[in-house]
């Protein structure tokens, strides 16, 4: 059977038969580094016995002994995604010399057609050296960019936060509590999906992207319109009023703004939404919502018979002193500049920004937020914390703070079972949003399918808003877990005698002034840092 000679001389001979390359000694005593060489030049040999080659440089042997195969001329690899090509060439140095080119390109291209890659085919190789047995990018496909998901934004409600400025001249208390739109008022918006765009494979096979998703927009169809504009639905307000959301659905609610005072031309306003009230309620009437309520007027309130926010909260920009202990009650926070004789009560936090004189408050923390607020007379009563610049007075009138406190270990408790609820919603949500991603918006889906779709879109819609307020409550639970012991008076600036301290059914009197210190329970007893 024919032979071919890759390599002859007075030692040995190197040849190929069948892809498969033998040597042949006539004398022994070829050295071993000019063996390498010869190996070296001819990179199209894949050597599969070490020892053979050895015993050919020592031992004359009386047939030719097979110690290799013949390499692929021009090997082509393909990713696993057929995105990209890669070429080596196993060829001696002079056929990949630039003046053998046009052969090379020749008998590459014969492979790549060979192989059907037809696309992306990188002409500027050839341009270049080329090396024996380094791997080059021949070819590289298009990957497809996948459609982006729609892109949802929302009205923000701004969350309330007093602003106190003392200027010597007056003493502001800013808050926005009521977030007011008018009819037509952008709500929110969503960008409809791409659909994204095709790539192609080194064999120029068509790779379709993954359409983006189109998530719904919730909201209230009673009080909230959409509008498609090109590849846009806009939100709007179909009606004056306060937003707000409900779970996850954004809504506008019922707003009654009184554009002055609460007086005999109003009579007592008993209202279901939200109300703002420009002026201020006069002596003896009385306003009642279940939503937020605003009182703007910086005179403030005097012997108003009562204000009640059923399930929100009160801002009261000029606070309130009365001479027959009005009452002023919310179930979320209260936020007023200041109180004077008033009986004062919330489900939140209670704010108030100057001083608290001869009041009774009540609430689960109480702040008094100027760097020069007092609490003078009357009882404070909190469960968590409350934290005053000043408590009493020169004059010390008697004044009671009481803080109920908490259990650390069952509300540290209850902060491990929120964060384990949020880690299952989100992998509800995890599971949900694979669910939706496997969908075809375009493909017509039959009732029962659509029925499976509008559920999981139901349950969507319900675990982000029970994530919203599980969040807060974390937040909440969070800010608590900060206070010393297990419940904690903050007084940081001067305390005047004839004041009373009770933490945890645990009294202390204070009988000497002393400067800011801080009480809390601890061990069964107050402490003071």
Same mark, same amino acid.
């Given at each position: ?237 179909? *009606?004056? @009023? ?6 996850? /659905? &954004? #809504? =506008? ?121 007092? *609490?003078? @007379? ?6 968590? /914390? &409350? #934290? =005053? ?141």
């Amino acid at each position: 059977m024919q032979h071919q000679t890759l390599y002859q001389d007075d030692f040995v001979e190197i040849f190929e038969q069948d892809n498969e390359v033998f040597i042949k000694t006539f004398k022994p005593g070829l050295p071993p580094k000019q063996l390498n060489e010869i190996l070296s030049s001819l990179p199209q040999i894949q050597i599969t016995s070490f020892n053979c080659l050895n015993d050919a440089l020592n031992i004359v042997s009386p047939s030719p002994q097979k110690f290799g195969r013949l390499k692929e001329r021009i090997a082509i690899t393909v990713t696993p995604d057929e995105l990209k090509a890669f070429v080596t060439f196993n060829l001696p140095r002079e056929e990949l010399d630039i003046k053998n080119r046009e052969n090379l390109i020749k008998e590459t291209y014969q492979v790549l057609k060979k192989k059907n890659i037809n696309f992306g085919i990188k002409k500027e190789l050839f341009f270049g050296d080329l090396e024996s047995g380094k791997k080059y990018l021949i070819a590289e496909g298009v990957p497809a960019v996948d459609g982006e998901d729609c892109k949802i934004r929302m009205y923000e409600l701004e969350e309330p936060r007093p602003e106190i400025r003392e200027d010597g001249k007056a003493n502001y208390y800013e808050l926005k509590l009521i977030n007011k739109v008018k009819a037509g008022d952008w709500l929110g918006e969503r960008i409809d999906a791409t659909e994204g765009f095709p790539g192609k494979t080194v064999y120029g096979t068509t790779i379709h992207p993954v359409r983006g998703k189109n998530y719904p927009l919730s909201y209230d169809k009673n009080t909230v319109y959409e509008v498609v504009q090109n590849k846009k639905v806009v939100l709007y307000s179909k *009606i004056d @009023g306060a937003v707000h959301y409900d779970g996850n /659905k &954004i #809504t =506008v609610s019922n707003h009654l703004e009184i554009d002055g005072d609460v007086d005999f031309k109003t009579g007592n306003i008993i209202f279901d939404g939200y109300v703002t009230i420009k002026g201020t309620v006069t002596d003896g009437f009385y306003v009642e919502a279940t939503k937020d309520i605003e009182i703007n007027s910086p005179l403030g309130l005097g012997n108003v018979k009562g204000i009640k926010s059923r399930e929100g909260s009160i801002y009261i920009k000029g606070g309130i002193s009365s001479k027959s202990f009005s009452e002023i009650s919310a179930r979320k926070n209260i936020y007023t500049k200041f109180v004077d004789n008033v009986k004062l009560s919330c489900g939140g936090t209670a704010h108030i920004g100057f001083y608290c004189i001869n009041s009774m408050v009540e609430a689960k923390e109480v702040f008094i937020e100027s760097i020069k607020g007092n *609490i003078m @007379g009357g009882q404070v009563k909190a469960e968590v /914390k &409350i #934290t =005053v610049p000043v408590l009493g007075s020169p004059l010390e009138p008697r004044t009671v703070l009481i803080l109920t406190g908490f259990d650390r270990k069952k509300l540290s408790k209850m902060l491990e079972d929120i964060v384990d609820r949020i880690d299952r919603i989100k992998e509800e949500q995890m599971d949900i949003k694979l669910y939706l991603s496997k969908q075809d918006p375009f493909k017509e889906m039959t009732s029962r399918e659509t029925a499976e779709y509008n559920s999981k879109m139901q349950r969507m819609s319900e675990l982000k808003a029970e994530l919203k307020s599980l969040e807060e409550e974390k937040k909440n639970i969070a800010r608590y877990l900060k206070t010393k012991g297990e419940g904690e008076i903050a007084i940081t600036k001067k305390v005047y005698p004839n004041c009373s301290i009770t933490i945890k059914n645990i009294q202390t009197e204070i009988k000497e002034p002393c400067l800011a210190t801080t009480f809390f329970a601890a061990d069964g007893e107050i402490k003071r840092v």
